[in-house]
């Protein structure tokens, strides 16, 4: 499970990085989006998988007694993939306007001389 | 000590946000609750203020969950600091944009984010958990962009899409950096990962994770490598929205290096003199790049990422003196630099125009008004005895104990350029006649009294607050050598969190 996980990670970052290098705004964003997956997996990870132990006391027990899942990353991972969510929408909807201004999708067409009306 | 007040300057721009948002579209209101709220927040800041200076750290511990299992937020002396300093730049540029901003805009929420943006810079000085600083930061990071795109202009949005890609990075950064400390160490609180920190085996993950810290907050804070972003879009908002994001915005990137690594990480060699190298070649690379702009704001965008440099080099020097030239330039900077974005709306509410080779001729109109921005030009410059010349005493005297000649030769050259560039200004916007073959466009002059008066008064709240800081220095060096001392000793912090270590 590791294993699989940790070739995930790779993938996830490898593909981001190779993403935001490329000059088009559309694939800005989805280099973006996968960093940010393949950070949440990166948290879930680190933070230890324990398989089918949920944090749960037992009736009679007073303490835990055994190993179980920490539940901190996934509440991590859950805040984080609410904040990217928003974020994302927030960025399409911005990429979609700029598309709509510039009429062009490639970021090296994003430098309009000085405007004067502020 | 446990106080639950510390949360009051975060809350009450909530408050004041949530009820702008149903006073939706009656902007007049909205200008009323946001120049209220943002003066009740400044009374809230120094009462906390006050009482961190006289009674130490407070504490307060989210839910009631147990340090260090829970949320804390914590007001140390440099916290409450930043905070008082924030709630005076707001409440200055709340008053600003009361009068200084065109009516689509506060039609489509400025106020409410304006307000959702004070509220994460407080919670992010406050927090004392390293995930919840991630939290404020993204709650900073969202109302900005929705502040700097509100207008929808072409060139506001290209800003924009450089401003949020970096920025989104730099979270992706941080993030990562957190999950990493979070897998080495097993705790998310600032004060508990101290300790912890120095129980881990294997340090050379622990160097990895600082660099991971540094790149993220090195993004947020404009340091050489990384701050193209910023003169590439913090000249195309209005200059309400350029002052809070040039005051406050990259402050919050300085403040969490500071945090982090003076409380979490301890610096080694290799990253003070990364910071260093860091430090010299913002200072350069800023300054070069205000030396050749025409445009205003775009010379004071340059100008932030070279004195950005300044307090990064006090950082990398870490020792106490150096430690408080940094938080006395920090201080300095924060007022002064929002109180230049200001200065650049009334340039151009006067003119019509923010390039310099349209301007000029604004002493021989406007006498007073210019003075008082002289007064500001000069602290900027750090002419003594006003607030820009103490805070490089101490960077000088440090950088020559510790015979960092290269970090000296780069604060002259700094300095020396601020000086050329803003004296260059001076005479372009203000002695120069206006060119003859350009039309003048003043919107200041129809005005109204109270409107007039709106505008200049947040410059002149700010250039007091500059006054004070130059010529009470005694005071504030008082402030900033305790500040010195919290971040050299980190004992009292941590036992303020987690209770006496045995």
């Known amino acids: 499970m590791e294993l699989l996980l940790i070739v995930l990670l790779g993938l996830l970052y490898a593909a981001g990085v190779y993403m935001i290098l490329r000059r088009s705004m559309v694939k800005l964003l989805l280099g973006i989006m996968l960093l940010g ?82 | 000590m446990i106080d639950n007040h510390i949360l009051a300057p975060v809350f009450i721009h909530l408050f004041s946000a949530i009820l702008q948002l149903v006073a939706w579209r009656k902007t007049v209101t909205q200008r009323f609750i946001s120049v209220g709220g943002s003066f009740l927040g400044l009374m809230l800041a120094i009462r906390l203020f006050t009482k961190v200076y006289n009674n130490g750290i407070l504490t307060m511990n989210a839910a009631n969950w147990e340090a260090p299992f829970g949320i804390v937020f914590v007001a140390d002396l440099l916290s409450v600091t930043l905070v008082l300093l924030t709630s005076i730049a707001g409440f200055a540029v709340s008053i600003f944009s009361s009068t200084g901003l065109n009516r ?9 984010i304006f307000h959702f943006l004070l509220m994460g810079l407080n919670g992010a000085f406050l927090t004392g958990d390293i995930f919840n ?52 160490t ?48 913090y000249h195309t908002p209005p200059s309400a929205v350029a002052a809070t994001f040039g005051g406050l915005l990259t402050k919050v990137g300085i403040y969490a290096i500071i945090r982090v690594f003076s409380l979490i990480f301890v610096l080694d060699t290799f ?72 200065i650049a709306g009334v340039i151009r509410q006067l003119r019509g125009s923010m390039d310099m080779n349209k301007l000029g001729g604004i002493y021989k109109e406007y006498p007073k008004i210019s003075l008082l921005i002289a007064l500001v030009l000069f602290s900027l410059v750090g002419i003594p005895p006003l607030s820009g010349f103490w805070p490089k005493i101490y960077l000088f005297q440090e ?26 200004m001076w005479s372009e916007v203000f002695w120069k006649d206006v060119p003859k073959d350009v039309e003048v466009e003043n919107k200041f002059e129809p005005l109204p009294l109270i409107r007039k008066i709106l505008l200049i008064l947040p410059v002149g709240i700010l250039a007091i607050v500059t006054l004070y800081i130059g010529l009470n220095a ?24 987690l209770g006496k270590q045995n």
Request: aromatic fraction near 12%; glycine fraction near 8%.
């Open chain 1, 37 to 118: 997956s393949g950070t949440n997996i990166l948290i879930f990870l680190l933070g230890g998988i324990t398989k089918g132990k949920p944090p749960v006391i037992d009736e009679n027990a007073k303490l835990f007694q055994d190993v179980f899942a920490d539940p901190i990353p996934q509440s991590l991972i859950l805040t984080a993939i609410v904040i990217s969510f928003g974020l994302t929408a927030f960025a399409i909807v911005l990429l979609k306007r700029v598309y709509a201004l510039v009429n062009s999708d490639d970021l090296d067409d994003l430098n309009t001389p000085e405007e004067e009306d502020i």
């Open chain 2, 104 to 112: 689509q805009r506060m039609l489509y929420g400025y106020f409410p």
């Open chain 2, 133 to 184: 600083l991630y939290v404020w930061f993204e709650v900073i990071i969202i109302s900005s962009f929705v502040l700097m795109t509100l207008g929808g202009r072409k060139a506001q949005l290209e800003g924009a899409v450089k401003y949020m890609a970096m920025n989104i990075l730099a979270s992706t950064f941080f993030l990562t950096g957190i999950g990493i400390l979070y897998g080495i």
């Open chain 2, 186 to 233: 097993g705790t998310l609180n600032m004060a508990d990962l101290s300790i912890k920190i120095t129980q881990v085996q294997n340090q050379y993950l622990v160097g990895i994770t600082a660099c991971f810290f540094l790149i993220g907050f090195g993004i947020k804070s404009a340091v050489f490598p990384l701050y193209y972003w910023l003169p590439s879009s």
């Open chain 2, 271 to 342: 990253t003070q003199n990364l910071l260093m190298g860091m430090a010299i070649f913002t200072i350069i690379t800023g300054a070069l790049g205000a030396l050749i702009k025409t445009n205003i704001r775009r010379l004071f965008s340059y100008l932030i990422v070279c004195h950005i440099g300044f307090m990064i080099g006090g950082i990398a020097m870490f020792t106490k003196i150096a430690l408080m030239g940094t938080i006395l330039y920090l201080i300095h900077d924060i007022v002064v630099k929002t109180n230049m974005f200001l």
């Open chain 2, 399 to 424: 950088a020559f104990t510790q015979q960092q000649y290269v970090f000296v030769a780069a604060l002259i050259i700094g300095s020396f350029v601020t000086m050329y560039v803003i004296a260059k």
């Open chain 2, 474 to 497: 005694e005071t504030i060096v008082q402030l900033v050598d305790k500040i010195s001392d919290q971040l050299i000793n980190t004992q009292p912090y941590v036992e303020a969190v």
